[in-house]
């Protein structure tokens, strides 16, 4: 139904990232340490909806959309990651309202509705903090690999996949399919996997990093 961007190749984002991530799920699923769920592991369509309500439901400590990205300029090259942005957190808020997303911590019916309200901003302030967290994991991984980057690497948005308010996520653009060479570089699985290993460190690291902290307190 949506193909996404189309490379200076003919080749189609919803094909790379499709193939990209039963990749990154199998890889993940060899360490043994996650439990991997895809919003889709065929070439059907989800809605945005769909795709963080799946992400909410399974309560995922983690969501990563990949994507590749097209640019006017077809010199243009390299992957970047965006969190979410401050006009994308208003946006966030409401989204919550519209699609009656309750959060666990608005489940006692005990508190008082300001208290809930404090409780629902710290929860979204940690999910944006955990993203950013994230990302911050991810570049160096990337930068690691010698894969191609943008020179501003994290970028911020407001993009549905980013707007759960309870679910850490980033949207990565593994490269410009309008670039011959990262359209080179993505439709090369062998190649490719440099890139997945890196996402597969910068997840290691992520969960490292949080089981320690959880530790220490």
């Known amino acids: 139904k949506d193909p996404g961007a189309i490379g200076v190749g003919g080749t189609r984002e919803k094909d790379i990232t499709l193939s990209a991530a039963l990749a990154l799920s199998d890889m993940l699923k060899k360490t043994g340490r996650y439990e991997v769920a895809m919003t889709r592991s065929a070439d059907v369509f989800i809605e945005l909806e769909g795709r963080v309500e799946l992400?909410?439901?399974i309560q995922a400590d983690?969501?990563?959309s990949l994507h590749a990205d097209a640019g006017s300029?077809?010199?243009t090259r390299g992957a970047s990651i965006y969190t979410l942005s401050s006009s994308g957190e208003k946006r966030a808020k409401k989204m919550r309202k519209s699609q009656n997303w309750v959060l666990d911590v608005e489940q006692d019916e005990s508190r008082s509705q300001i208290?809930?309200?404090?409780?629902?901003?710290?929860?979204?302030?940690?999910?944006k903090n955990e993203s950013t967290r994230f990302a911050n994991e991810l570049i160096p991984e990337i930068n690691k690999a010698k894969w191609p980057a943008l020179r501003r690497t994290h970028r911020d948005a407001g993009f549905f996949v980013l707007l759960a308010p309870d679910v850490p996520a980033v949207l990565l653009e593994m490269g410009f399919?309008?670039?011959?060479k990262d359209e080179k570089l993505l439709t090369n699985s062998r190649h490719r996997r440099k890139l997945l290993k890196a996402v597969v460190r910068?997840?290691?690291n992520f969960f490292d990093d949080k089981e320690l902290y959880v530790a220490q307190r």
Do not use: M, Q, W
Request: hydrophobic share 40%; proline share 3%.
């Open 115 to 127: 208290v809930n309200d404090i409780l629902v901003d710290l929860v979204e302030t940690e999910t």
């Open 177 to 180: 399919l309008t670039n011959p």
């Open 202 to 204: 910068g997840i290691d």
């Open 73 to 75: 300029k077809s010199e």
């Open 62 to 64: 983690l969501f990563i």
């Open 55 to 57: 992400a909410r439901e």
